[in-house]
């Protein structure tokens, strides 16, 4: 199937690559996989990128056990949210962006944010993180595009919200405005993209349980 949005032919090979953004030293990230042996040589590469802390955002499973048992000198979130269309609860963004925000206060601070696919939850507390840091909404949305081209960045207009209830914006009409016209501008097809990974993870399975 094609996609006449996306410059890439192969979403789900973006899945479980760590994307940096710009220089914050926040990356983005998919899940550690399901079998025991891939996840730990997954979290091994993110050791050896210089992880230092994970946050979490899957609601549905967690690996705190799993990091804490093979790599416990890395600081692990869980923050655990669903992934239904809806708004985001502006708590959850409250956390997550101090938590991220106070991990970066140390130089030698690598950050990876991760859902399950990365799709949607872990760019959208990234995004609100960028916004903790000072980036302009659409400067925020463009760095992260960039970096991970599979980011639909779904829960943004939930991240505005929350940071305007800070007063993080002069003008909360305009600033949802501008959000929204970045995302028809700059479409990504979240259907086509989740069903290839839904198809790898698929296969992924087969060959663990053959």
Same mark, same amino acid.
């Given at each position: 199937?094609?996609?006449?949005?996306?410059?890439?032919?192969?979403?789900?090979?973006?899945?479980?690559?760590?994307?940096?953004?710009?220089?914050?030293?926040?990356?983005?990230?998919?899940?550690?996989?399901?079998?025991?042996?891939?996840?730990?040589?997954?979290?091994?590469?993110?050791?050896? =990128?210089?992880?230092?802390?994970?946050?979490?955002?899957?609601?549905?499973?967690?690996?705190?056990?799993?990091?804490?048992?093979?790599?416990?000198?890395?600081?692990?979130?869980?923050?655990?949210?669903?992934?239904?269309?809806? *708004?985001?609860?502006?708590?959850?963004? $409250?956390?997550?962006?101090? =938590?991220?925000?106070?991990?970066?206060?140390?130089?030698?601070?690598?950050?990876?944010?991760?859902?399950?696919?990365?799709?949607?939850?872990?760019?959208?507390?990234?995004?609100? *993180?960028?916004?903790?840091?000072?980036? $302009?909404?659409?400067?925020?949305?463009?760095?992260?595009?960039?970096?991970?081209?599979?980011?639909?960045?779904?829960?943004?207009?939930?991240?505005?919200?929350?940071?305007?209830?800070?007063?993080?914006?002069?003008?909360?009409?305009?600033?949802?405005?501008?959000?929204?016209?970045?995302?028809?501008?700059?479409?990504?097809?979240?259907?086509?993209?989740?069903?290839?990974?839904?198809?790898?993870?698929?296969?992924?399975?087969?060959?663990?349980?053959?």
């Amino acid at each position: 199937m094609s996609n006449p949005f996306a410059p890439f032919t192969m979403p789900e090979a973006w899945w479980r690559i760590l994307c940096w953004i710009g220089t914050t030293r926040i990356a983005v990230c998919g899940d550690l996989p399901a079998n025991a042996k891939n996840a730990r040589e997954q979290l091994a590469e993110w050791v050896e =990128a210089g992880i230092t802390h994970i946050v979490d955002l899957r609601g549905e499973c967690s690996d705190e056990r799993f990091v804490a048992q093979h790599a416990p000198h890395i600081t692990y979130l869980y923050l655990g949210t669903h992934d239904d269309g809806g *708004a985001q609860d502006p708590r959850w963004f $409250e956390e997550g962006v101090r =938590a991220i925000l106070a991990a970066l206060t140390d130089p030698d601070a690598r950050v990876v944010v991760h859902c399950h696919m990365g799709v949607n939850r872990a760019p959208s507390l990234a995004f609100a *993180a960028l916004l903790g840091l000072g980036h $302009e909404p659409i400067e925020a949305l463009d760095a992260i595009r960039a970096a991970r081209p599979i980011a639909a960045i779904l829960y943004a207009e939930s991240a505005i919200e929350w940071w305007a209830a800070r007063g993080g914006v002069v003008d909360r009409a305009d600033t949802l405005s501008r959000v929204a016209d970045w995302h028809d501008e700059n479409p990504v097809d979240i259907g086509w993209i989740i069903n290839r990974i839904r198809v790898v993870e698929a296969d992924d399975h087969l060959r663990d349980v053959a």
